[in-house]
């Protein structure tokens, strides 16, 4: 079955940095559309940046320049590198992916950034 696996969340202070990582198993990783959506306490979900299999990049106006996505077709893995991060990326990060009609989303990592 298809599975999606984050890690790499955690305490962050303001301006520091942190790698996010989603591992996928269950499908034809290489291809599909990877994405990275948030959300924040008592905020809707939000997408933060996607990809898709050839590797084009896409982002949330305010993710730009400080997040980058990419991933590794041979391991089956999506990064989230996040620079530069601010109080208001604290959320609950989540790895997605959408197969056909069917769409699925990891458990999610915390980031917080706080000092």
């Known amino acids: 079955q298809v599975q999606l696996v984050e890690s790499g969340g955690g305490l962050v202070q303001p301006g520091g940095s942190l790698r996010l990582s989603c591992a996928a198993s269950g499908f034809t990783f290489s291809n599909y559309v990877m994405s990275w959506y948030r959300q924040a306490p008592g905020k809707e979900r939000e997408l933060v940046a996607n990809i898709s299999n050839r590797g084009r990049t896409n982002y949330a106006d305010s993710m730009k320049g400080r997040f980058t996505i990419s991933r590794d077709n041979v391991k089956n893995t999506v990064f989230l590198q996040m620079n530069s991060l601010k109080r208001e990326d604290t959320a609950l990060y989540y790895c997605?992916?959408?197969?056909?009609?069917?769409?699925?989303w990891g458990q999610g990592t915390q980031v917080t950034v706080s000092s």
């Open positions: 997605h992916t959408r197969l056909g009609n069917y769409v699925y």
